[in-house]
């Protein structure tokens, strides 16, 4: 069988409010009241991508390379977790093609953060700020999303195989 010359993955994270943190997507600090609890930096954007690399190379998920369970990544910077899962993708011969992203929040605004979030993730990953869909949306009030409890983060990576 052929290989084909790319592949498809998708990612999702999601993770609650939590007092005393500072609020991190995409590598960049947005102002706001609350952070998002997690083992690392909480970073649902950079999980959700993290993810969709992962995926596209047929790997396992991100909690099989950084396992919240695991004391000396406390804290880590989803930045450093990108890049190892690029270096991942890089060892099994492929480099990214692009990605498409949706955060869902009811608070703050993504809009006005998007651009620095795409010039943070691109030169993590190597690739253009204009190879990186940043979108954003609300869940118009409806569940916990809704209800103001946290965020959530989708991504799609198309992976080109190198020759």
Do not use: W
Not at 84 to 100: H, M, Q, T, W, Y
Not at 121 to 142: F, H, Q, R, V, Y
């Amino acid at each position: 069988m052929t290989a084909l010359p790319f592949r498809i993955g998708f990612g999702y994270d999601v993770h609650q409010f939590g007092p005393k943190r500072p609020l991190i997507l995409g590598g960049v600090h947005i102002p706001h009241d609350r952070g998002l609890q997690a083992h690392s930096d909480g970073d649902c954007l950079c999980h959700a991508i993290a993810d969709a690399m992962l995926g596209a190379c047929g790997l396992q998920d991100i909690g099989a390379f950084f396992p919240d369970d695991d004391p000396e990544l406390k804290g880590i910077n989803s930045l450093e977790i990108l890049d190892n899962v690029l270096k991942e993708c890089r060892s099994a011969g492929f480099s990214i093609g692009n990605l498409d992203t949706t955060i869902v929040a009811e608070m703050p605004k993504i809009g006005p953060h998007a651009q620095a979030m795409k010039a943070v993730l691109g030169e993590t990953l190597g690739i253009a700020p204009s190879d990186i869909g940043i979108k954003a949306t609300t869940n118009e009030g409806m569940g916990c999303i809704g209800r103001g409890e946290g965020i959530a983060a989708f991504a799609v990576c198309l992976l080109v195989r190198n020759a």
